[in-house]
Structures are given as structure tokens and as C-alpha cells.
């Protein structure tokens, strides 16, 4: 019986992929696991439709990948059946490494870069198979002479990229996020062992880097979500700061696992497997019960904070561009200490102040190519005055309880 299936995809339609191992890969548990991550983190208690996780998106960035290289192959670019399928088991596996609500507790349960996780995870499913991986690796790592097949995973054109940047307008209702990526992909040639687009595509492209700068001011810096997302690290925080006083919390098991344990990248790569593999047990589903056990739980931070995030009774926040006075924000602190009659050493769980930063464009490093119709090759940022701004964006802010 063939393991092929077709999945409904609420955005490219129905999608199948023509490699066996792809199936095999989607059916294994760390795999599945990604049903119960979100792709947004708590964006959804912003846009209600958000609610989209990392395992649809895996899906649908193999699918453009798989396009993408069908695209180069009718151009005469030469890739082989197995660097294909090689390609298309980088990408799938991509976001494999995410922890519960994808990037918002991104050290706050192991202090090691989802990426470094993704790399290990994928060596260990690469044992399971008798090293069927080894070739996906090596791309994914960028250590492999075509690499442009890397670009393709990972760079500022890639397919990543490309398809949360529709899903997320889509399951948002956010049409500036809204890119014209059958374009883009029928216009991706190689020069030299690059990606690169051809001409007649720059202005999808400048379309692209356009909605990716607003979409990140719009939905994945939305103060509502950051308010959220910050109130759930500080929890953490607490909770490691209880336990190291030896304070039983009501923290699920595996949650306990990774609170009781430090664990950094080299302890990682001597004991994988029993590491990952409770990695692996957790999801969303996790975090969440923590936090209802926490409701009427002794310590007040942890149970103001538990019920506050469940209830969507969220923090205020407010941005600056320069950072905010110090007699602004002891202001603010003397406030938590008052209304909501705490010690002031606990107040750093409840008043919180930091940046964020956003930079839709570099032209540091691995530009987005333009192939010219006379045959050579230009940066983008060279040939149009439309690019997005190319500097880091930073942003102060503060956030405090709404009394």
C-alpha cells in the first residue's frame, strides 16, 4: 500500500509529496508533535484566527520548496532526485527544534536556539533510518556544494519565509501580509551556485520585503501578543527562581524535567536521545494546564499571572523610541507595589522593560539577487529604491498591570 496521501491545504489546495521517506518523516511522533505548537504564539489573542500550527506550516513550506526546485529543473538547472528529496527533508524538518509557543519560550525551557535543536533532532531521526537523513543534513547545515539548495531552506528569499508569510496573512485576516509567491518562484533561476530572481520579478520581491517589515510591526510585534508572551517568560521565571529555593511546584512532568535541569548544547550532544525525547512531550497542551494549576496556587505572582494570561486580562504596554527615564519607570514600580500590595523585590516579575528590534532587510550578507536581462547579476538593494529599510528597528518598551 503506498504511504502517499493528499492533504487539503487551506491555501495551495491539494498537496502531495512524491518521496516515501516525507511520509515517514510526518508520521514519526517528534513530527507530529508539531500539531500541538503553535505557529504564532499568542497572536491569536489578538487575531482570533491565528490559531494555525507549526506542523501546517511545515507542510506547506516543503510544498513551495518542491515548486521551487521543479521551477529551477525546467530551467536546466541540474538537481538529482536525491538532492531533491534531500532538500524537501531539510525544510520539512525546519522548525522540528520549536518548544511550546515557537519562539516565545525560546530559552525560558532549554537555553539552546531552536535551530541547534532542529540539528539534533534530525541527526537522531537520521540513526532511526540508517542515515537516509545524511544528505539533508549536510544542506541544512549549509555544508553541501550546491547552495543554493540551502537558500532554498534558509535565507532571505527562502521558502520558509515565503509560506508563513501567507498563512499567517491568511489565518490573521491581515491582507498586507499578502505576497505574489507563484511569481516569485516561476521568476528563481542559479547563477554561479546562487539563488537568484529574474528581472521581471524585482517588483514581487520588493512586495515581499514590504510585507514582511509590516507584518512584524503589525502581528508578530503586536503589543497585545509581546504583553502576553513577556507575562509567560516572567511566570517561568518564577518558577525557576521558587524551585531553586526547593518550592514543589505544580508543574507538569516534563515541564519539572527541564526546570530541575540546566541543560545547555554540549550536554545536549552527549545525552540526546533521553533529552530530546522528553523535549519531545512537550507542546502548548503543557504550558497551558501548568498555568491552570496555578490558578489559586500559594505563591501570588505565579497565581496573578496564571490567571491573567488564561483570563486575557493582559498588561498594558507601552513603546518608545529612546529608552524610557528611570524616574518613569520607578514611578510605574512604586505603582505595582501599592495596588496590588507587593514587596518590591517581586515587582521584576511584574513590571517589565526591554526591547525589541526588527530589520526586514540586511545587505550585510547573502543579498537577494537580480538576474538582469543582459545577463548579470545585481544585489536588490542596488537597483530599486523601493527595498525595505535595511536598518534594525528598535523599539523600547514597558509593561506594567493595568490597575
Known sequence: MSKKKIFNDPIYGLIRFPYEIIYDLIEHPFFQRL???????????????????????????????????????????????????????????????????????????????????????????????????NLAIQIYQNKYHKSFLHQLVSSQL???????????????????????????????????????????????????????????????????????????????????????????????ENLMFFMKNKIGIDELRRNPRKIL????????????????NFIDYQDFILSYLSKCILQRKLFKIIFNDVAFERDFIEQHRQKIVSSLNVDLEKTKYLLIHGTESNQAYTTRKDEILILKKNGTVRPISGLTEKIADTNVIVKYFLCYPRF
Not at 484566527?49 to 530551467?75: C, I, N, S, V, Y
Not at 501567507?166 to 539563488?195: H, K, Q, W
Not at 525525547?277 to 491552570?292: A, G, I, Q, R, Y
Open 35 to 133: 500539531r500541538r505548537i503553535s505557529q504564532m504564539g499568542f497572536s491569536d489573542m489578538v487575531y482570533p484566527g491565528a490559531r494555525h500550527t507549526r506542523f501546517q506550516h511545515a507542510l506547506g513550506a516543503t510544498h513551495l520548496t518542491l515548486r521551487a526546485m521543479d521551477t529551477l529543473q525546467d530551467k536546466g538547472i541540474d538537481i538529482s532526485e536525491e538532492e531533491k528529496e534531500a532538500t524537501s527533508i531539510a525544510i520539512l524538518l525546519h522548525d522540528i527544534g520549536h518548544g511550546p509557543f515557537s519562539h516565545t519560550l525560546e530559552n525560558s525551557i532549554l537555553n539552546i536556539h531552536h535551530e541547534e535543536i532542529s540539528v539534533e533532532l534530525m541527526k537522531l531521526m537520521n540513526e532511526d533510518l540508517n542515515g537516509q537523513m
Open 158 to 252: 527562502d521558502m520558509d519565509r515565503m509560506d508563513y508569510l501567507i498563512r499567517d496573512s491568511y489565518f490573521t485576516g491581515v491582507a498586507e501580509g499578502v505576497i505574489g509567491y507563484d511569481r516569485i518562484i516561476s521568476m528563481l533561476n542559479v547563477v554561479d551556485n546562487s539563488l537568484v530572481v529574474e528581472e521581471k520579478g524585482i517588483h514581487s520581491v520588493e512586495k515581499f520585503l514590504v510585507s514582511r517589515r509590516i507584518m512584524y510591526w503589525q502581528v508578530y510585534l503586536h503589543k497585545t501578543g509581546m504583553a502576553a508572551e513577556h507575562m509567560l517568560i516572567k511566570f517561568f521565571n518564577r518558577c525557576k527562581d521558587l524551585n531553586n529555593q526547593g518550592v514543589e511546584l505544580p508543574l507538569v
Open 277 to 292: 525525547t522528553k523535549f519531545c512531550l512537550l507542546d502548548d497542551v503543557d504550558v497551558l494546564s501548568s498555568l491552570k
